[in-house]
C-alpha cells in the first residue's frame, strides 16, 4: 500500500479541484454551497489521507465529494417546509421597538406642527387628513365641502407641506 505525501496531494487538490466543484454543483444546483462543499472534501480527504490506498485519487476524491453532497442534502436542518396561508396570518407581527416608537412618535408630531403652520383652509384639510387618519370623504360628509374642493385642498396642502419639509430640514442641517 502506497501512501500519498503533503506535496502530492497538493498537486491533485490543484489537479481535481475544478471537476470537485463541478461534481458539487451539479448535486447541488448553488454555488456557493458547491464551494463549500469542494472545500469541505479537500478538508476530509487531508484528514483521512492515511486510509488512502495510493491507487486511483480521483475516484476517492469524487467518492468522498459525493457522499458529502448526499449528506448535505439529506441534512434535515437543511428542509424548508412550507408555511400555508392561514398560519402564516396567524403568525403576529413583531412588536415595534422603542426606537420605531419613537421615530413614528416624533414624524406624527413634525407632521403636526408643520399642518398647524398651514393658512386655512389647508390646515383644517392636512390636519384631519394626515394627523386624524380620515378620508375625504368621511372629512366631507362632516363639514359639508364637496369631495372635490376638499382634494384640491389636500393636493395643495401636500404641495406646501413639502416646501415647509424642505426648509426645516434645510434649516436643521444649518
Known amino acids: 500500500m502506497e501512501t500519498i505525501d503533503i506535496r502530492q496531494f497538493t498537486v491533485e487538490i490543484e489537479r481535481y479541484k475544478s471537476l470537485v466543484f463541478q461534481v458539487c454543483n451539479s448535486f447541488v444546483h448553488n454555488y456557493f454551497d458547491a464551494e463549500d ?17 495510493g491507487r486511483n485519487f480521483k475516484a476517492w476524491i469524487m467518492t468522498i465529494a459525493a457522499n458529502k453532497c448526499r449528506n448535505f442534502l439529506a441534512d434535515p436542518r437543511r428542509r424548508m417546509q412550507m408555511v400555508s396561508e392561514e398560519a402564516l396570518g396567524e ?48 372629512v366631507a360628509v362632516e363639514t359639508g365641502i364637496p369631495l372635490r374642493t376638499l382634494e384640491t385642498r389636500l393636493y395643495r396642502a401636500k404641495k406646501l407641506l413639502r416646501e415647509l419639509w ?6 436643521a442641517m444649518q
Do not use: M, W
Open 37 to 53: 462543499l469542494t472545500q469541505e472534501t479537500f478538508l476530509a480527504a487531508y484528514n483521512k489521507l492515511d486510509t488512502f490506498d
Open 91 to 138: 403568525i403576529e407581527a413583531p412588536e415595534p421597538t422603542p426606537e420605531d416608537l419613537v421615530i413614528h412618535t416624533d414624524q406624527k408630531r413634525r407632521l403636526l406642527e408643520l399642518c398647524g403652520q398651514l393658512k386655512e383652509p389647508y390646515r383644517e384639510t392636512a390636519i384631519a387628513y394626515f394627523c386624524q387618519n380620515k378620508k375625504l370623504s368621511e
Open 166 to 171: 424642505k426648509e426645516e430640514n434645510a434649516y
